[in-house]
């Protein structure tokens, strides 16, 4: 069994109860291999977490920026608790040394991986906050997550594609895309689109995701290209 002292230290938390920090890192496939392990898998701490982790980062925004308006905390905040940005904070963290997997998973890295790290992030939230309660949870977060957003404003890597490529098509030309499914395919756990996007009858690019969202983001981000509008 993984050393979970070790995170503990690493981290500055103090579990009391040390089977629900076990338990955030329990992935589903690793019960299936393990149906004595004694605990549930990780997800019902994670849908917790999640919502934690919107509502500590929200107010936290929301005191320290008392000048800005909502539409933008709303970027900030997206930026903030992003599959992407919580993957990056979990690696640098270690999780992937803690992660309780089967033996097929474990060999899965890329996508499916990072997809695992956000999750066991967002569970491990959970956990510390029905273990410690709010203001340790959240001077975590202040700790490891929050820490980002100098960082995200100075970049602006808060602004996604499509969010940029709106902004720029009704400056430069005073219409609003829209997007529209070109292809799909694969089953239903498995789902492949093509997303084009259009400057009314102009059909400016093309992007491909496993979700309706991330194709429109690809096409927005190669129409940024496309039109070189940075």
């Known amino acids: 069994m993984k050393d979970f002292e070790k995170l503990e230290k690493k981290l500055g938390l103090n579990f009391k109860n040390k089977e629900l920090l076990k338990q955030a890192f329990a992935h589903r496939s690793y019960l299936n291999e393990n149906p004595d392990f004694g605990l549930e898998h990780n997800e019902r701490l994670e849908f917790l977490g999640d919502a934690v982790m919107e509502l500590i ?19 900030w905040r997206a930026a903030l608790v992003n ?29 499916a991986r990072a997809y695992i790290l956000a999750n066991t992030f967002e569970a491990l939230v959970g956990a510390l906050y029905l273990d410690s309660g709010y203001n340790i949870t959240a001077e975590f977060l202040k700790k490891y997550l929050l820490v980002n957003l100098s960082e995200i404003i100075k970049t602006g890597s808060y602004k996604d594609s499509k969010s940029h490529f709106q902004e720029q098509a009704q400056e430069k030309q005073g219409i609003t895309p829209s997007y529209k499914v070109i292809k799909e ?22 992007g491909e995701g496993s979700s309706k969202q991330e194709a429109e983001e690809a096409a927005a981000s190669q129409a940024l290209k496309v039109k070189k509008w940075k």
Do not use: I, R
């Open 57 to 75: 980062v929200t107010e936290n925004l929301y005191k320290k920026y008392p000048e800005k308006a909502e539409g933008e905390l709303t970027n």
């Open 185 to 206: 395919w694969g089953p239903d756990h498995e789902k492949k689109f093509v997303v084009g996007v259009f400057l009314q009858e102009e059909h400016v690019a093309d």
């Open 83 to 111: 599959a992407k940005m919580l993957t990056s904070v979990a690696e640098e963290l270690g999780f992937n040394d803690f992660l309780l997997l089967s033996k097929g998973e474990s060999k899965e890295m890329g996508k």
